[in-house]
C-alpha cells in the first residue's frame, strides 16, 4: 500500500500498547499493525506551513514558516514558556480571544518517566496524549491549576531540581531506570513554597503506558530528511512520535511536520 501525506504528529488511543494513527490525505492509517514489516518512507521535496498552509523550501521551526511562527497565536511565547501566560490578565501577546481559550483552562504539572524523570506542563484534557507523545512510560499529575501561567510558574520552582527535557535516546532504548513516582511526587511537592503549595493535587494514580516495540534497539540514529530523503527498512516498533526502524535509525515525525512524504507500507 502507497500512500501520501504532510506530515504532523500521530494521533494516540490510549489503548495497550497505545495505538497510532497516521493522518493521510484521505484518511487515517493504523500504523501498530506494520510493527515487524518492512516499510518505505520517500521525501518528495515539498515543505508545506502547519498554518498558512503555503508551500516553502524551508520550514523554521515547529512546522511553521518564519512569518507564521513570528505572527500566529499558535508559536506565541507562551505555547513553549507556560510562565510567560498573560491572558489571565486581558494582556494580548499576539490573539487574545486564541490565547484566552487556550491558556484560561485547567492545566496539570506532572512528573513523568521518559528516559528519566522530567517535569512538564499541559491542559488537562491533553494528558494522556501529551505523555504518550513524549514516550513516558509512567506519569502523574502534580498538581492542577485553573490556568497555563499558574502551571508555568510551578515548572519554573521546579526547574532548577527536574529536567523539563524528554532523554529521547534513553527513552528509545529502554533503558529509564523504574521509578517510584508517589514517592517522587512527595518528594518534589516539598520544594514547592508558598502559593504554589496549594495546586498540588491530592491524587496519586499513576498511569503507565506500553508500547508497540517488537524490539528495542542498543543504538540509535536520528535520521533527517533534508540528509536521507529515503529510508527503508522493518519496523521494528513505535514510541513517543518515533519509528523505531532495525538497525537502530529512528525518525521523528513530529519534527518533519509540515514535509510531504510517501509511505510505502
Partial sequence: MDIACTLAKMATLPT????????????FVKINPFVGKE??????????????????KDLYRMGFCKNCFFTKPEAGESIIRPELSRA???????DLVFEKGYQLQPHVVYLANSGGVKVGVTRAKQKLHRWMDQGASSAIVLAETTNRFEAGQIEVALKAHLSDKTVWQRM??????????????KRVSALLEGELKEF?????????FEY??????????????????????VLQGVRGQYLIFEGGAVINLRAHTGYRVAFSL
Avoid: M, W
Fill in 16 to 27: 495497550r500498547p497505545v495505538g497510532y494513527l497516521l493522518l493521510a490525505d484521505d484518511n
Fill in 212 to 233: 508497540p516495540i517488537a524490539h528495542f534497539p542498543t543504538k540509535v540514529k536520528s535520521v533527517n530528511l533534508d540528509k536521507t530523503e529515503q529510508l527503508s527498512a
Fill in 172 to 185: 528509545l532504548k529502554n533503558e529509564e531506570e523504574p521509578v517510584d513516582l508517589v514517592s517522587e511526587k
Fill in 88 to 94: 489571565h490578565e486581558g494582556i494580548e501577546d499576539r
Fill in 39 to 56: 516499510i518505505g518512507i520517500r521525501f518528495l521535496q515539498e515543505k508545506y506551513c502547519a498554518s498558512c498552509g503555503n508551500q516553502f
Fill in 200 to 208: 498540588v493535587s491530592p491524587r496519586d494514580e499513576v498511569f503507565t
